[in-house]
């Protein structure tokens, strides 16, 4: 089959596509004819192995463990393993191929990967591949932080830092189904889909500083961490609650061996002594659950995925370029076509 490989951490440009094996799967896993995979934030800093304590969460210390990168697929079931029950060949699925919550290359950027079945759900029929592929990495995210909506009052006012983003923009459409007030914060040129995706008010960062209005919050869902908590304080309600995202943008953090990782760990240990920082919670998410939840919203009709652009199999390293150096509005999509062999 055809793959893009990933043999040495660095710039997109180390990736290459090549012919390699086709994938067999582990007795809980199938194997999914991948006709779309989407890009996200994490693919940059597995691809580039930066920072470099990522490395050790799953990646691999020197080169990439697993030679194929990406993690969010949708596509048709190939085949099954021996233990896997959930999917019979033929079922259209989308979610993530990695296991458990590692930080790793998964494999996606194939036409062919074996995931766990618990990491898939079934897909809905009326939301093609492209969509489907938008929605995982980025959906969990948001539903997680959300606290599967248990941060979120019905009426409550909830402000979007990083609206018009491939988080944000999921972020956005749960606080609208969860019943809150919506505020999106973005550039100006995303806000006019930030409001068709059901903001009920927007803020255009490049003109006005949300930390320095009138208006005040049930909760700031801060996803690019451009503010400091001291100030986003200043904006809440005196039961307001906020919750970091935050990323490196991309390396330009400047803190190659540890990222924004001490940033995360400080507002940990500030939490018990700090009202309005959500409490501790050590256990993981289940992922098979949360998938289940994501395809309900999107059956429902509550979520839309946003595909922003959408690039072939061999343009990938173009693709991540565009994220770290664009504004995509929304998901930035891979696309696989299939040539039947004869």
Not at 256 to 274: A, D, E, I, Q, T
């Amino acid at each position: 089959m055809k793959a893009i490989t990933h043999t040495k951490y660095g710039p997109p440009d180390v990736l290459e596509l090549k012919e390699v094996d086709k994938p067999t799967p582990k007795d809980d896993e199938v194997v999914v004819k991948v006709y779309a995979a989407s890009i996200h934030p994490d693919v940059w800093h597995v691809v580039s192995g930066l920072p470099y304590a990522l490395r050790l969460m799953g990646s691999g210390l020197l080169k990439p463990k697993n030679q194929i990168p990406g993690t969010d697929i949708a596509g048709i079931v190939e085949s099954v393993g021996k233990d896997a029950t959930q999917f019979k060949p033929g079922d259209e699925v989308f979610g993530e191929c990695v296991r458990g919550h590692q930080w790793t290359n998964g494999g996606a950027y194939a036409e062919y990967v074996s995931a766990p079945e618990d990491a898939l759900a079934q897909k809905p029929a009326d939301i093609t591949f492209e969509q489907a592929a938008a929605v995982p990495t980025s959906g969990l995210i948001a539903l997680w932080n959300l606290c599967d909506g248990a941060l979120v009052q019905t009426g409550g006012k909830v402000l979007i830092n990083g609206a018009g983003g491939g988080v944000g923009a999921f972020a956005v459409q749960f606080a609208k189904a969860f019943g809150a007030e919506v505020t999106g914060v973005d550039h100006t040129g995303k806000l006019d889909m930030v409001k068709s995706i059901g903001a009920d008010h927007v803020i255009d960062y490049t003109q006005e500083n949300f930390t320095h209005s009138d208006e005040r919050y049930d909760l700031i869902f801060d996803i690019p961490g451009n503010n400091s908590l001291s100030s986003c304080k200043r904006v809440l309600k005196p039961k307001g609650k906020y919750v970091l995202i935050g990323y490196d943008h991309f390396g330009n953090a400047g803190k190659l061996w540890l990222g924004s990782l001490p940033r995360f760990f400080k507002l940990m240990m500030m939490s018990p002594f700090v009202k309005e920082l959500p409490n501790l919670n050590f256990s993981m998410p289940n992922k098979k659950k949360s998938m289940l939840i994501l395809r309900e919203l999107l059956e429902s009709g509550k979520i839309t995925p946003v595909v922003d652009r959408t690039f072939p199999l061999k343009k990938v390293p173009e693709a991540i370029c565009y994220l770290k150096e664009g504004h995509p509005k929304g998901k930035v999509v891979i696309t696989i076509e299939h040539v039947t062999k004869t």
